[in-house]
């Protein structure tokens, strides 16, 4: 959605900042791709278009052939600078097949919730598409452009690394250890907070050393959780979570007024939750769901 009515911690928090706001419906599709299934025109056959999720081991991006583009792409303006007719169009936009440049760029730096800048070629792929906004020739650039203060705690420029053959990485080593029950940061609750409920979504599993927590204190340390709100209504005994079934949209909502077959002993279990994340997890809300489900 396009509005000013995101939860307050999406701006006041550098990750969540980050990761949740976007200037584009284009570019929040490409970070959220499960949100927008289907978006955009119909899909258009086959395509030469790059792959900014797989990299090799390298980190060296390539074109691909097939209609296995993501959604993201068939939506303006990314058609234009993501799907080709042939691979020598691709390659002319995208430096497919060879090794990046080198540049400054910026990260986020998870202990000081702030960002940093360093020197290399295994930024994220996706950083090409605005480049200007991402790669640098100097630290200087970088730091102007992300308002870092270099007189504080100045990175050194790295030697240049000798060029050798690529061998290749085992895919286990370049991701973070599972996390075994996870708490992550709960985006579907009204003020900031974690949950170790339930299934996180699939993007914060691919970015678990950002978004997965063994244990809650940490999660909430990340976030600065807040406190829950304070009751506004006197308590409702026969009010449960339950999914809005005749809305344009999978949600739960909380209250009295669900359908009567709801409270019947061989639904009820389906469809009457005590916790908004209990109902989510069952019904699919936002359609984020990982077995498949709509």
């Not at 993007?203 to 950002?210: E, H, K, Q, T």
């Not at 026969?238 to 949600?251: A, H, I, R, T």
Request: charge should be negative; charged fraction near 25%; hydrophobic fraction near 30%.
């Amino acid at each position: 959605e396009y509005d000013a009515d995101y939860p307050e911690n999406y701006h006041a928090n550098l990750v969540l900042r980050k990761d949740m706001l976007f200037g584009t419906e284009g570019e929040c599709c490409h970070a959220w791709p499960e949100a927008c299934a289907n978006a955009g025109p119909p899909r258009q056959g086959p395509k030469w278009w790059p792959d900014l999720e797989h990299a090799d081991p390298r980190n060296v991006l390539e074109c691909h052939f097939d209609d296995a583009y993501p959604d993201f792409m068939l939506m303006e303006p990314n058609m234009a600078t993501h799907l080709f007719e042939s691979k020598e169009d691709c390659c002319d936009v995208w430096p497919c097949e060879s090794d990046l440049v080198e540049y400054w760029y910026p990260y986020i730096d998870e202990v000081a919730n702030a960002f940093a800048c360093t020197f290399g070629s295994d930024y994220k792929l996706y950083y090409l598409e605005h480049a200007d906004d991402h790669l640098f020739p100097d630290q200087a650039a970088c730091a102007e452009k992300y308002g870092i203060d270099l007189n504080s705690d100045p990175e050194p420029v790295p030697e240049p690394a000798a060029k050798s053959a690529a061998i290749p990485v085992p895919e286990s080593a370049a991701k973070p250890a599972p996390v075994a029950k996870p708490c992550y940061p709960d985006f579907l609750a009204s003020y900031s907070t974690c949950t170790c409920e339930g299934t996180p979504p699939p993007i914060m599993s691919r970015n678990a050393g950002s978004y997965l927590f063994e244990t809650m204190e940490a999660c909430c340390e990340n976030l600065k959780c807040e406190d829950p709100p304070a009751a506004t209504t006197t308590p409702c005994p026969s009010c449960f979570w339950f999914p809005d079934v005749w809305g344009p949209e999978n949600k739960c909502i909380y209250g009295d007024d669900y359908d009567k077959f709801m409270a019947k002993p061989s639904f009820s279990e389906n469809f009457l939750f005590e916790t908004e994340r209990s109902c989510c997890d069952k019904h699919c809300c936002g359609g984020n769901c990982d077995d498949g489900r709509p």
